[in-house]
């Protein structure tokens, strides 16, 4: 069966400083990894996602991600963050199926 | 073109009291999903619908029903609330292209 593990509950990070959001996965089979974000009483909103191809990947709002199949990973980034990506990031996991399982997301603090 | 809506926003239950949550999409989208969001444990996946007429099971289905008659709707049912389902209720459905659209949730109390 697939499952997510985030494996920080939150982050701080000072604003315009780089920030790494951690996520890794596991399944017995090919997969496709997504990443979402959540703004304060919102619904979730997509930022990028791996089907296949180049394992980096870049979404919106300056978020990148990249493909590890060995160490099973699919981290988060950005360089330089700012005070409007405080939200929640939840990494999710598909085989290449009907169900998406979600990780119990990443709290992301910017500090002034 | 509206996407994925959800009422009610809020809502207040008695233990033991039934509702349905209702879903729609305009996206013509096959797959939809019904997740519950509880703090500090992200989404879980209650039920899903591959399209009209056929339904599956998630990860936390008890308690709770679904239907699929058309594309467009695919409402939950909980029909005893209890305690433990008081939750943030999110609907979303999925292209081709594996991307999901949240509907913006419904707020569940049940006491």
């Known amino acids: 069966a697939q499952s997510v593990t985030q494996l920080d509950s939150q982050v701080p990070v000072f604003e315009e400083a780089p920030v790494e959001l951690r996520c890794n996965y596991s399944s017995s089979v090919s997969v496709y990894l997504f990443w979402y974000v959540q703004y304060p009483n919102q619904g979730l909103q997509l930022l990028l996602k791996?089907?296949?191809?180049?394992?980096l990947v870049k979404g919106i709002n300056g978020f990148e991600a990249e493909f590890n199949k060995s160490q099973t990973s699919f981290h988060l980034r950005k360089p330089s963050v700012h005070i409007s990506d405080t939200a929640e990031y939840f990494c999710a996991v598909s085989d290449p199926g009907d169900k998406i399982i979600f990780g119990k997301g990443t709290r992301l603090h910017i500090l002034p | 073109n509206a996407g994925v809506t959800q009422t009610p926003k809020f809502r207040i239950l008695k233990i033991g009291q039934s509702m349905t949550l209702q879903c729609t999409q305009d996206?013509?989208?096959?797959?939809m999903y019904w997740y519950r969001q509880d703090p500090g444990m992200g989404l879980k996946l209650i039920y899903y619908?591959?399209?009209?007429?056929?339904?599956d099971k998630g990860e936390v289905p008890n308690g709770y029903n679904v239907s699929r008659s058309t594309t467009e709707d695919f409402p939950l049912r909980l029909e005893l609330a209890a305690p433990s389902q008081t939750s943030v209720y999110f609907c979303a459905s999925r292209n081709r292209e594996y991307e999901q659209y949240f509907g913006p949730g419904t707020r569940l109390t049940v006491t």
């Open positions: 791996y089907l296949s191809g180049s394992t």
């Open positions: 996206m013509n989208h096959n797959y």
């Open positions: 619908s591959v399209g009209a007429g056929i339904t």
